[in-house]
């Protein structure tokens, strides 16, 4: 039970880091240039 609590903060923490990440907006230059690129 504990280890599935754990998981589960982990998994809502990285989705949180991956949110953060998504919305700097050098993030979002850069997504840009990559699909200019493409």
């Avoid at 809502?12 to 240039?33: G, V």
Wanted: aromatic share 6%.
């Amino acid at each position: 039970m504990q280890t599935q609590i754990e998981e589960s903060i982990v998994t809502q923490k990285t989705r949180e880091l991956c949110q953060a990440i998504l919305d700097q907006p050098e993030f979002k230059s850069m997504r840009q240039k990559v699909e200019t690129f493409m």
